[in-house]
């Protein structure tokens, strides 16, 4: 069972950057789909980014390409966001799948693809 832990949100202005860290615990050196989802008030969770750590893959939604980058080190995933827009405001969660981490490129947007979730880490871009 993998937990995960995010830090790194706050409040930034427009233009801003802030870098997301998702510690995990539980999977040691294990083949994941690992990902940051966003849920805005009154919308669906949404993608933003994911990673598939066997051969580093990494997936984003067209809203963030060129703005965002998802890495990995030392077992912490991150989420490296620059050039916030007001609608980047979101709560973000960390997500992340052991068994059907193989189903990454494909699915790495669904929700369902996913078993282990953080609590979140608020964004407000102002």
């Known amino acids: 069972h993998v937990q995960l832990v995010e830090s790194g949100g706050g409040s930034v202005q427009v233009g801003g950057s802030l870098r997301l860290s998702c510690a995990g615990s539980?999977?040691?050196?294990?083949?994941?789909?690992m990902a940051w989802f966003r849920q805005a008030p009154g919308k669906e969770r949404e993608g933003v980014a994911a990673m598939y750590t066997l051969f580093g893959s990494t997936y984003y939604a067209e809203s963030v390409k060129g703005r965002f980058t998802i890495s990995q080190e030392n077992a912490k995933l991150y989420l490296q966001m620059n050039g916030l827009k007001l609608e980047d405001t979101a709560m973000y969660y960390c997500?992340?799948?052991?068994?059907?981490?193989?189903?990454?490129?494909?699915?790495?947007?669904?929700?369902?693809?996913?078993?282990?979730w953080g609590q979140g880490t608020q964004v407000t871009v102002s």
């Open positions: 539980g999977y040691g050196a294990g083949i994941a789909c």
């Open positions: 997500a992340a799948v052991l068994s059907g981490a193989a189903k990454c490129g494909a699915s790495w947007s669904s929700r369902e693809l996913y078993k282990d």
